[in-house]
């Protein structure tokens, strides 16, 4: 990086020497002078619309709080957002990057939450210098393994992170077989791996792996299936909308009581109060819990309760990192947001000390190392029972950052 930093330098002052820029400082201002007049442009594609509507705008909510918190100003300038709804659409992902990159010229797109789309949306990045691409969700391994970039950041994890403890824990309880159960698309695989692995680690062994197609949620054949199994335990993957139906199915289908359920936390997280008793007693395992016992997470979750009056979750706490990264790297370059290359400098060395999910840093790869924890719903909330992966960061495989 340094590396590239210096030659843009050394180009810029050649630049300047061989065009009399330098003897003619007056004739004009510099990029920097006429950017700091002018507002940065975050774009946002993020699902407004479907089953993981609830988590677009715990992010957007979140992220918008924490730049309001700051004046609403990123080193020093103004903020716009020009947000689209990513409908889930993996087809549509090409189109809408596009839209915000060439049409709307952003400085920063944040987005998605979806992996395919993530994905699509790396493909797209990795070719460019800029814009920025910050991740606040979408967990999709490629992203900060084979298509990770130097202009692509996240702020959420990666599908294996909060996974493969989860189906640790599976076999730290006593549990020999399970089933596991999602939806056919990148996230839903991968996690289903990673969780498979972690059980394997501890002897456990997977007897049947259930995929549907995404966002499908015709669970009651495969509930059937599951109960005819008999497996000691069950690992599913679901978030949003889709989540609340497949718990209170599993609730209705007399298996709550009799096969413990497991998974990565966006099975129960932020639909706590929707799911009731369906959600109830459930251990996951996510880089968040509500009751964190940090002066940043009692801050936090009183603001966000006073803004929007509803409790925040995992989504909202990475739109609300996504915008201290963002006001963290813009301050780093007093504005200069166009100086892609000293933004990228100030992403990869940032650490995010006053995060409410505890302090997190960004890895070569771009992606957060932390905490993962063990919770369980109780009362409507993601209670802390313990640590169950201490900074942990993500394996890269396939990262190789140019
Ligand atoms: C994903 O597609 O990466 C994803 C969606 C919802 C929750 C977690 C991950």
């Known amino acids: 990086m340094s590396k590239n930093r210096n030659s843009r330098r050394s180009f810029i002052a050649n630049t300047a020497a061989t065009t009399g820029l330098i003897a003619a400082s007056s004739f004009a201002p510099t990029r920097f002078a006429i950017g700091a007049t002018s507002k940065i442009k975050v774009g946002i594609l993020l699902p407004?619309?479907?089953?993981?509507?609830?988590?677009?705008?715990?992010?957007?909510?979140?992220?918008?709080?924490?730049?309001?918190q700051a004046g609403g100003r990123m080193g020093g300038r103004l903020v716009e957002y020009v947000a689209l709804d990513s409908e889930m659409s993996v087809p549509k992902a090409p189109q809408n990057t596009n839209k915000l990159i060439k049409k709307e010229k952003v400085n920063f797109l944040v987005g998605p939450v979806h992996s395919g789309i993530a994905a699509a949306m790396a493909k797209i990045m990795g070719q460019r210098k800029s814009p920025i691409m910050i991740v606040p969700n979408a967990g999709s391994n490629a992203v900060t393994g084979p298509l990770c970039a130097p202009n692509i950041f996240r702020t959420s994890f990666s599908n294996w992170q909060p996974a493969f403890p989860g189906g640790v824990l599976m076999g730290k309880e006593g549990h020999k077989t399970c089933v596991t159960i999602s939806w056919k698309y990148g996230a839903g695989i991968q996690m289903m791996d990673a969780g498979r692995n972690g059980f394997m680690t501890k002897g456990g062994k997977s007897i049947k792996d259930i995929l549907l197609p995404f966002p499908n949620v015709e669970f009651q054949a495969h509930l059937s299936e599951i109960a005819a199994l008999k497996p000691d335990c069950v690992f599913a993957f679901f978030s949003g909308g889709g989540a609340i139906k497949f718990l209170k199915d599993y609730e209705a289908a007399g298996l709550k009581n009799k096969i413990p359920l497991y998974g990565p936390g966006f099975l129960t997280e932020g639909i706590e109060k929707a799911a009731g008793s369906a959600a109830e007693g459930i251990k996951t395992t996510l880089h968040y819990a509500s009751n964190l016992d940090n002066p940043e997470n009692h801050k936090f979750r009183t603001n966000?309760?006073?803004?929007?009056?509803?409790?925040?979750?995992?989504?909202?706490?990475?739109?609300?990192?996504?915008?201290?990264?963002?006001?963290?790297?813009?301050?780093?370059?007093?504005?200069?947001?166009?100086?892609?290359?000293?933004?990228?400098?100030?992403?990869?060395?940032s650490r995010v000390p006053d995060s409410p999910r505890g302090p997190w840093s960004m890895s070569k790869a771009h992606n957060p190392i932390q905490n993962i924890y063990l919770r369980q719903v109780e009362g409507g909330q993601q209670k802390f029972l313990g640590v169950a992966a201490k900074d942990l960061a993500d394996p890269a495989a396939g990262c190789k950052m140019t």
Request: glycine share 8%.
């Open 48 to 68: 407004y619309s479907g089953t993981y509507a609830m988590l677009g705008n715990s992010i957007t909510n979140a992220m918008k709080m924490r730049i309001e």
């Open 304 to 349: 966000y309760k006073t803004a929007f009056n509803t409790d925040p979750n995992v989504f909202s706490v990475q739109g609300y990192d996504t915008g201290s990264l963002l006001l963290q790297a813009s301050a780093a370059v007093g504005g200069d947001v166009e100086s892609v290359v000293d933004v990228i400098e100030a992403m990869e060395t």
